[in-house]
């Protein structure tokens, strides 16, 4: 910045509004403790040694509330409008939420898959120990020839495996996104409900 807009822009500041100083200093700082409750829903940042419970907010304040603390002190939400902007902003992370529940029935399957495999390894092993106690009726040929198939059968798993993974690593990536998005969205919306006086200050 130049000398000369420094000197502007400090001119400019000493002919603020003192009510629009006062606003900033009010609504500065970041909100880092919310509850968002709609139904049965909760979604939100919060202590739970420190934050009101969700069953308690409804008891209050019905099943479509918001409460948050800021500077100390702690407000709720409940006007209609500000809870359809809050809404609004959780469609992203809904949609992340969708794409985890569906990596995690992928993962499901692969679990399950791979209990299968270890469980005919776990034949294997006991025909292995047969072998080795030289008893009769299996031989090592045939152990070697169920490992095998044994190993194919992880190795199907294993790609299995790599595929959810890497579906998994997208939804990382995508939560990263959305919960910076999110966080901003929810400062605003707050942000400007305190401004609007839409939210009521409970302690």
């Known amino acids: 910045m130049s000398r000369y807009a420094r ?10 509004p003192l009510t629009f100083v006062a606003a900033a200093t009010l609504y500065s700082g970041a909100i880092r403790h919310y509850i968002i409750v709609h139904g049965e829903s909760t979604t939100g940042s919060w202590d739970d040694g420190d934050s009101p419970s969700s069953e308690g907010l409804r008891e209050r304040f019905g099943d479509r509330c918001a409460w948050f603390r800021k500077a100390g002190s ?7 409008a500000v809870m359809d902007e809050l809404d609004r902003a959780m469609e992203p992370q809904k949609n992340v939420n969708r794409m985890q529940a569906g990596v995690n ?13 270890n469980a005919h390894q776990h034949d294997v092993n006991a025909m292995q120990q047969r072998v ?29 495996q790599a595929k959810v993974n890497a579906k998994q690593k997208k939804v990382n990536e995508e939560q990263h996104r959305v ?9 605003e919306i707050f942000d400007s409900a305190l401004r609007s006086g ?4 409970l302690r």
């Open 7 to 16: 000197s502007a822009a400090i001119i400019a500041a000493m002919f603020l």
């Open 74 to 80: 702690e407000y709720v939400v409940t006007d209609s």
């Open 105 to 117: 029935r992928e993962q499901q399957r692969v679990n399950e898959m791979q209990r299968d495999v």
């Open 132 to 160: 080795n106690e030289h008893q009769s009726g299996i031989d090592q040929e045939m152990v070697n020839r169920k490992q095998s198939e044994v190993n194919a059968e992880q190795s199907v798993v294993n790609a299995e």
């Open 179 to 187: 919960s910076a998005e999110l966080n901003r969205r929810v400062q």
């Open 198 to 201: 839409t939210a009521t200050k």
